[in-house]
């Protein structure tokens, strides 16, 4: 909360006036435009027309440019911004997703908006790849343990205009169990605009890696009737006896997991979507 000091004070002495502080214009520098609210990243400083200029990206890709100088805002503070001293040219540094890091910005407060996921293997992913992104935006990714009873955790959450949910399910397909659930999910009042149930088509979120991370064309055929985790270690020949097992083996796929390219584009899709759908 910010401090205003009202209250008594002594107003026959003026407080010296202080001048902004200078920043350079550093690639990857989060800054606000005050005049228009454009938040984005330092992607270059150019001159046109004899004025500097710096181009600001946002998370979205879009680049909008602004005269160097006053009226920026770094964290919430007015800064100066001027031309970073010159320096040999390098390539803007990049999140596990794709996008620019941010430099030397704080974690947002958490939004009240959610993305929940089936699991906690699933919760894992999203954060491995896009935590950076996510703690920008100020949203936090919470497993369900299960979709059997979404419906009811919907109502119970009561999304509204900044208050929303982005729902990721797997083997989301049309006519199955959770197709049919994420339909009555979306019957809850106050869901439509609010709530958006995406999904990928895997069994489970560990198909949605790709195989090549660990060295295959393809996941071996689990047979109809065992357990997909169970399944899929036992044809790797990994230990698969055990709850400890499992968690050794998805921590040991998750640990091949390096960025956004090393999944499906049917997850990657997604999960961006669910994002814009937060932040939009």
Do not use: C
């Not at 330092?42 to 600001?56: D, I, N, Q, Y």
């Not at 390098?90 to 996921?117: F, N």
């Amino acid at each position: 909360m910010t401090s205003y000091g009202w209250g008594p004070q002594d107003i026959t002495t003026r407080a010296p006036r202080r001048e902004p502080r200078q920043v350079a214009a550093d690639p990857g520098l989060v800054l606000e435009d005050v005049q228009s609210g454009w938040v984005g990243a330092v992607v270059r400083v150019e001159k046109s027309g004899g004025v500097h200029l710096v181009a600001l990206e946002d998370r979205r890709g879009k680049t909008r440019s602004f005269p160097l100088g006053f009226g920026f805002l770094l964290d919430g503070e007015p800064v100066k911004v001027v031309p970073a001293v010159a320096a040999a040219p390098k390539t803007a540094l990049r999140t596990a997703s794709g996008s620019v890091k941010v430099q030397g910005l704080r974690a947002q407060v958490a939004k009240a908006s959610r993305i929940w996921v089936e699991g906690k293997h699933d919760a894992e992913l999203v954060e491995k790849v896009w935590g950076d992104d996510l703690r920008v935006e100020g949203i936090v990714v919470e497993p369900l343990h299960g979709v059997d009873d979404l419906a009811a955790a919907v109502a119970d959450f009561a999304p509204g205009p900044g208050r929303k949910l982005g729902i990721l399910v797997d083997h989301l397909v049309q006519d199955s169990k959770e197709w049919r659930i994420a339909q009555a999910a979306m019957a809850v009042p106050a869901a439509r605009g609010n709530v958006l149930i995406v999904g990928h088509p895997y069994v489970d979120v560990w198909q949605a890696i790709k195989p090549s991370v660990i060295g295959l064309a393809a996941w071996p055929v689990v047979p109809r009737g065992t357990d997909w985790k169970t399944g899929i270690l036992a044809g790797l020949g990994w230990p698969n006896r055990t709850q400890a097992d499992i968690a050794e083996g998805w921590r040991r796929l998750l640990g091949s997991v390096r960025s956004y390219a090393d999944l499906e584009p049917s997850l990657l899709g997604r999960v961006e979507e669910v994002i814009d759908f937060l932040t939009a």
